[in-house]
Structures are given as structure tokens and as C-alpha cells.
């Protein structure tokens, strides 16, 4: 599968989800075909938010998305070497940055404009701060624009992905979930 059929198939998994027709899943008969392994079609960065949920908003099985969550989709050391597995170890064409409308974490740090200083939490706020100060800390323009800071931050910080995506091996994507709707839009 290529980028481009994997994005055709996120759009596909996520109409299913806003109109309610998720497809059925048939989860020991799934397990037991992915105990020989795992071939995902896709690697997604999302927010750890309770209420975003990969599998759910792209109508995906077991073994289909290859997930790094973390509180405002932002990535460190750790998380990228995940990405790194899911693209070149596991081969996914596609990777997708995915933010979403209210994120808790863009929303806390548009409000203490980038100064927090409660436990580990103001890690993620300096993370985040870059793009809600280029944003002057509206919420909502913060949230697109974090995404896009996190697709540069990767594309600077691993030279594993930028070697994919150069090869054209790799497309990497933002986009934005919606609550109310169930829609992603893709940047």
C-alpha cells in the first residue's frame, strides 16, 4: 500500500465513523492473525486525550494504525524513536500528526501563556508554547499550528524520517479532529 491508498483509506475508516457505520469487529479471530505480526498501513501521533481515538475515528482494527500518544501530540526522544519504528521498521507510507478541536494541552498553555511550572506538566508546555506564541495564544489557531510544529520538529530531529520522505518512501501529514462532528481534516 502507498501513501496515497493509506490516505484514501483514513478518509474512508473516518466517513464511516462521523455517519455512525463503523464496520464490525471480530476480535479473537483478529488476535489470532496478528500473533505472527503486525503490518499497519498507517503510524498516527495523537493527542493521549480520552476522547480522540485513532482506531475509532479511521474505523481501524487491531494491527491496522501504529500509535504514539502523548498529552498535545508532541513528541521527545522517546516518542520519536517509536515513529521511527512505525515508518521505517514496520514500513507505514504514511504518517499523520493529528490534533484535535479543545486540546487540553494547547488550551493550558494558551491560558499561563507558556509559563508553567507544575511538576513534568511544564514540559509539555514548553513544547507547546512555540506554537501558541507564534499564534499569540488563541486556542484554536494554536492547536493547527502546534501540529505543524511538531511535523517540523521531526522532519529536524530525525534524519531516519527525512530520509523517507525524501525518498518519497514517507508522507507525512497534519490534521484536525473535530469533537462534535467526528471529522478529520487533513492540513
Known amino acids: 500500500m502507498d501513501a496515497n491508498e493509506s490516505l484514501a483509506r483514513l478518509r474512508e475508516g473516518n466517513s464511516r465513523f462521523m455517519q455512525g457505520k463503523m464496520k464490525g469487529k471480530e476480535a479473537v479471530k483478529r488476535r489470532k ?86 511538576g513534568n506538566i511544564k514540559h509539555i508546555v514548553d513544547e507547546v508554547k512555540v506554537a501558541a506564541g507564534a499564534k499569540n495564544y488563541e486556542i484554536n489557531a494554536s492547536i493547527v499550528e502546534n501540529v505543524a510544529c511538531v511535523m517540523r520538529k521531526i522532519r529536524r530531529e530525525s534524519p ?23 471529522q478529520v481534516k487533513f492540513l
Open 33 to 118: 492473525e496478528l500473533v505472527a505480526g503486525q503490518h499497519p498501513f498507517a503510524t498516527i501521533i495523537s493527542c493521549s486525550d480520552s476522547r480522540v481515538v485513532p482506531e475509532y475515528i479511521f474505523d481501524a482494527d487491531m494491527g491496522e494504525i501504529f500509535i504514539i500518544r502523548t498529552a498535545g501530540n508532541i513528541v521527545g526522544r522517546v516518542s520519536l524513536g517509536s515513529v521511527e519504528y512505525g515508518c521505517a521498521h514496520l514500513h507505514t507510507p504514511i504518517l499523520v500528526v493529528l490534533g484535535h478541536e479543545g486540546c487540553g494541552a494547547v488550551k493550558a498553555t494558551c491560558e499561563c501563556k507558556g509559563e508553567c511550572k507544575e
Open 160 to 182: 531516519i524520517i527525512s530520509r523517507l520522505e525524501k525518498d518519497g518512501k514517507l508522507k507525512i501529514m497534519g490534521a484536525q479532529y473535530f469533537l462534535e462532528s467526528g
